[in-house]
């Protein structure tokens, strides 16, 4: 499967803004109860301002005109009482909302922080850190913003909007109907340029991601950076992403400012229309001055919020050009699903077996060709070949970290795919070529994914340790289990953060440990100390020993050669070697 999110979804997969919406709404569906509130304080609200106008008329009318001054009182007091109402209903759902906005947000960024963490290593193989943390943190944020600030102002808009062009016409067609006029044109406008100013919006967001992504890189591989002196490469590669972000910025922004002035326009036109109209049928008698005043504030009653849609229109392609790109991710699965166990044969009775295998990378050639191969129960097994031969890629194969893209993995004579996680894991220890570690203490690390002895108490875990024959390693920190280590691990060297991984993957026990060049910077007497321990494991575990130092396998059951993507036996020790060199010089 793809999981690339920068190609897998061009423009016309994207769903559309109602869709989109819909499906936005659908994830915040417990807020439904703020959501009708709010609504209703924006259409209270909305209702009061537009009894305004219709109230002004009257007192032009019947009260100014006839100088009925108890009246024009009685008229101004209501008009007070009414404006503080609009200000209570404003405040209470510019407060609601406010509310609403954080909890999407952290409802959001749980839903695809979670998402990801259920993601395959395929996922984090075809997509750049920094964006996906842009995408958690800046789109998320985008969507915030919509609910907290606009969303209600969006509905308040149009309520607005509906109820004068409704007062407007029913008032008198012909004048609502010439006021009305130019809002066709803004409708027209609209709708022409909003696909434009989403797609502006969304390759703005998409420059942020790479502007993140092109930190989170140069700071990842600083010490490169310095030590090869290359930072105007990586200089020149920010300053280009930076350009891009900016030129998609001022691009978005035109894009987002361009209906303002429009709407701007036409506002004007139609009050200048009113006026015109209206002094005319006035002077034939058919208008009142209060009328006049009646429609020249609907009109505005109108077109100010048209206006302020623009604005508002602008950000919510800028929250819709967002949740797309969150959408992206909230709609990926994983492709590696449990599936039910079904009969095999021939049964088999090895720990691991393959059956014609064959794997290839997203978007990449086949790497491995029909590989068929069996580890027993108990035995050490090696695997030996040149650089790029395929070795890291079978054994993530066992691991399951990806699945074959043809063939069966067995895992103890049953399809791999049909175990849940937890239950392959605990068979499974896997000591990565780039051993990782996160912020904590060494007793936190050696624990990680260890359920059974999380809550061991230090003495405990002392006592398991020495069982496992681990003490000595344990020594090697001054601190022993309290030392603390970061995620990038700087504090201590690279062998250090390996004994770290075999300590981990050996308090497991698992069935099986799979070690990938576990002890190529370990110094030769502790790698021997490895090996005694690899020795007294019980003696049920299987050992697959991925190596370039051909010392570390001498002792293997047996060893299989990796070279060009096949898997074969290599027979003795000695004949590994001479397969290897001459392996070496062909590749
Ligand atoms: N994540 C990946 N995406 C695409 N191709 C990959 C990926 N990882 C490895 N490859 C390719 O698969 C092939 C086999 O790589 P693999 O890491 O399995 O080799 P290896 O024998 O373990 O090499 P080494 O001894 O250097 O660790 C290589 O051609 C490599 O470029």
Redesign the pocket.
Known sequence: MNYNLNKTFTQGQRASNYTAFKNLLQLITSERKNLWLALGAILLNSAINLLGPLLISYAVDHFIVHKEYRGLLISGAILICMYLISLFTSYFQTKLMGRVGQRTLFTLRNAIFNKIQQLPVAFF?QNKAGDLISRVNNDTDKLNQFFSQALMQFLGSIANMVGAGIFLLALNVKMGAISLLPALLILLFTRVLSPWVKRRNAANLKTVGALSAEIQESLGNFKAIVAFNRRDYFRKRFSEANTNNYNTAVSAGIANNIFLPFYALCSSIAQLLVLVAGIYLISQGEFTIGLVLAYLGYTNYFYTPLRQLATLWANFQVAMAGWDRISEILNLESDLVTVPAGPVTPPSSSLVEFRNVHFG?PE?KE?LHNINLSFEQGKTYALV?P????????ASLIARLYDPTKGTVLLSGKDIRSYSDSERTKKIGFIL?EPFLFSGTIRENILYGNSEYLHASNEELVTLIREANLEKLLAIFEEGLDTRVTSGAEGISLGQKQIIAFMRAVLRKPDLLILD?ATANIDTVTEQLLEEILQKLPATTTRVI?A?RLNTIENADEIYF?NSGEVTKAGSFQNAMEKLMQGTRES
Do not use: A, L, S
């Open positions: 193989n990378y990449g790497i070949g650089t790029g031969g395929g070795k890291t890629t079978t070529q060049e991925i370039h990796v």
